[in-house]
């Protein structure tokens, strides 16, 4: 269940985010965009046209479910209509986040949707990271393009164009954003050692059984496009799986984290 916010609860978290965003180069001049949904038809966002790292909350802009301005002295992003379409689409999420990190978005431009199964806590926080097809920056092409992909997916390559994640709160779309521009250089660089070598297929289900325990499981998890291991959701347990996933959710549930 989403927790509605206050306009200056989430105004915290967008700026939070959004500097993180900045330091980390994951966008250059006044690129990406982030957003909160603070209530049905409520959402504060960033403002077209301005550095994500100097912002401040007065910068920030409140709008209706149509993109409309409610409140504010800015123009909401221009990126507006893909930030509501992906809240129309998944009602379990609180925040969309939008830059450019030169890893993951090598990998959009180069066409390679980032969908192995190789490392673990990847596996376990987003699933694999599905490619949308290209749509022209700032129209309608845009949310039609993430339709498909963003039903099933936490994170997700914009062809030609950038990375785009969603989450319960901002940080946790910001975190999940760092998590794909960390697993595109780290895929980059092994590509260039020469092999990428996936996790076997018993091994993945356990990731996913982990993360369907752990409650992350309203999308399908596995890496079905690569054709590497296609481990269906809620597949039947074997022992030895339910004893190793209990383990680890218990960790989890125990507020440790199993694979940091
Ligand atoms: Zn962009």
Do not use: W
Not at 2 to 25: F, N, P, Q
Not at 157 to 180: F, I, S
Request: hydrophobic share 40%; glycine share 8%.
């Amino acid at each position: 269940m989403r927790r509605m916010l206050s306009v200056e609860e989430a105004g915290e978290g967008i700026l939070h985010a959004a500097r993180r965003m900045y330091e980390r180069r994951y966008v250059a001049a006044n690129d990406g965009n982030l957003s909160v949904r603070i209530s049905d038809d409520r959402l504060v966002v960033t403002p077209t046209g301005m550095s994500k790292g100097f912002m401040s909350r007065s910068d920030l802009v409140v709008t209706d479910m149509k993109g409309e301005r409610v409140s504010g002295k800015r123009k909401p992003t221009s990126e507006i209509m893909m930030h509501i379409r992906a809240y129309e689409l998944r009602d379990d999420i609180g925040s969309v986040v939008h830059a450019h990190p030169p890893y993951a978005t090598a990998f959009a431009v180069a066409g390679i949707p980032l969908v192995e199964c190789v490392l673990p806590e990847v596996i376990v926080s987003l699933g694999s990271i599905p490619l949308a097809d290209y749509g022209t920056p700032s129209t309608e092409e845009v949310p039609r393009s993430i339709e498909s992909v963003v039903t099933r997916s936490d994170a997700l390559l914009l062809r030609n164009h950038g990375v785009m994640t969603v989450g319960n709160c901002v940080l946790d779309a910001y975190h999940k954003l760092e998590t794909v521009e960390h697993f595109a250089e780290i895929t980059f660089i092994a590509r260039h050692l020469g092999s990428v070598s996936s996790l076997a297929h018993d091994d993945v289900r356990k990731l996913v059984e982990v993360r369907a325990a752990a409650g992350g499981g309203s999308v399908y998890p596995g890496c079905e496009e690569s054709g590497i291991c296609g481990v269906p959701q809620g597949a039947d347990q074997t022992e030895l799986v339910k004893i190793i996933v209990e383990e680890v959710v218990k960790i989890l549930r125990e507020g440790g984290n199993a694979l940091d």
